[in-house]
């Protein structure tokens, strides 16, 4: 199954500004998703990051708040920009087995974000 | 709205209990997964189930699929301290790539 190597592993940001998420995979990968972790809970798709095209948001996330980039079939980056407190969560990237769905996604360590 | 509700939230138990662990949905999926999370890591895949009423063991774990494909359930027999960690199901919807997670139940098993 694929490596992924996110950085950063945790970040102390002040409010206002942005923090780009870096996820490097060590295989060519079709599909790249990017999940949020809030504090206690579970995982929820923030988008799917398409290599050469827009990424697809899920319901309740924009473009402008998560500015997402795959410049390749191997890397992508996940900025969340403007920050505030609530912003504070455990970030993921995830990655489609090449074989099929079924034989799980690979994930990230996370980035752990910590807004003050 | 979470498509998929697990139930219990929280399980603490003693090592050597059993316990069963739920992924309720309205939502039919083409396969419902089940991963382990641990803090500091990510998700880890623990099983797939695809056809309705399919049941797979693995060791200690048992995992059920629904005749309908809209729920799940995991079993664990004598829980041990190693298997403490957050549990997720999760489904992929239809013709998707999607993965939708569950609400999560974290287990707590005491020595």
């Known amino acids: 199954s694929a490596v992924i190597s996110q950085k950063p592993s945790r970040d102390i940001c002040q409010r206002g500004t942005s923090l780009t998420i870096q996820c490097q995979v060590d295989?060519?990968?079709?599909?790249m998703f990017w999940y949020r972790q809030q504090p206690g809970q579970s995982l929820t798709l923030i988008a799917t990051?398409?290599?050469?095209?827009?990424?697809?948001?899920e319901s309740g996330f924009v473009i402008d708040k998560f500015p997402i980039s795959r410049p390749n079939l191997t890397f992508s980056t996940l900025t969340v920009s403007n920050l505030s407190p609530e912003d504070s969560s455990i970030y993921l990237c995830?990655?489609?087995?090449?074989?099929?769905?079924?034989?799980?996604?690979?994930f990230g360590s996370g980035t752990r974000l910590t807004v003050v | 709205t979470q498509l998929l509700e697990q139930s219990p939230q929280f399980l603490s138990i003693q090592e050597g209990e059993n316990l069963t662990v739920y992924c309720n949905s309205s939502?039919?999926?083409?396969?419902l997964q089940w991963y382990r999370q641990e803090p500091g890591e990510g998700p880890v895949l623990l099983v797939t189930?695809?056809?309705?009423?399919e049941v797979k063991k693995l060791k200690r774990l048992t995992f059920q699929f629904g005749d309908a494909r809209k729920d799940s359930s995991l079993h664990i027999t004598a829980a041990q301290p190693g298997d403490t960690g957050l549990y997720l199901c999760?489904?992929?919807?239809?013709?998707?790539?999607?993965?939708?997670f569950g609400t999560g139940t974290r287990l707590q098993v005491f020595p």
């Open positions: 995830s990655v489609r087995p090449r074989l099929g769905a079924q034989r799980g996604y690979t």
């Open positions: 189930v695809v056809t309705g009423g």
């Open positions: 939502s039919v999926f083409s396969s």
């Open positions: 990051a398409n290599q050469g095209s827009e990424a697809t948001y």
């Open positions: 999760a489904g992929l919807k239809t013709n998707t790539d999607k993965l939708i």
């Open positions: 295989s060519q990968v079709t599909m």
